[in-house]
């Protein structure tokens, strides 16, 4: 079951963000992420809301769609894939959420192989730690990149990236 848009709209800076349109004629490189894997690679309690926590990397991946990652500049096509206690996890703008109903590395190969088929010159990423996965994709195509691509630091703990920043976080006008 894939999920395109949720109640919430994603803001920067207190402004809503706008999702990222190719310019005519292109097609935006596709970042793939693997939630699970991702939300796993910091240990900041994710275990104990786990839906809670892909939500956050969600919403992290707003503004990672919107200003790119290292040496792929924005915007990008962002696609979160979640599975097991986060499957419920709805998109937002700018960010597709795609629930995986078994093995989220197998829905990701899946994705990946689609993608590259139907558009072989579209620049593929996805993000994982997971070795056996990097090179399934590799095989494919795709360019995998580390969780560290899209996790920021959080302002509380410099240098960390422990969580995405919240609401609270950000300075009030």
Known sequence: MEQQHSQQSP?????PVAPPEAPP???LPLLVVDGANVVGSV??????DRPGAAERLRDAL????????????GPLAVVLVVEGAARDVAGVPGVRV????????????ELVAAEAASAPDRRLL?????????????????EPLGPRTVRRPSPDRPGRTDRPPRPTDL???
Do not use: K, M
């Open 25 to 27: 004629g292109a097609s």
């Open 98 to 109: 795609v629930s995986a109903p078994g093995s989220g590395d197998d829905r990701i190969v």
């Open 62 to 73: 707003v503004e990672t769609a919107a200003d790119g990652v290292p040496g792929v500049p």
């Open 171 to 173: 300075p009030s006008d």
């Open 126 to 142: 996805v993000v994982t730690a997971d070795r056996e996965l990097r090179g399934r994709v590799a095989a494919l195509g795709a």
């Open 43 to 48: 240990p900041d309690g994710w275990w104990r």
């Open 11 to 15: 803001e920067r800076h207190g402004r």
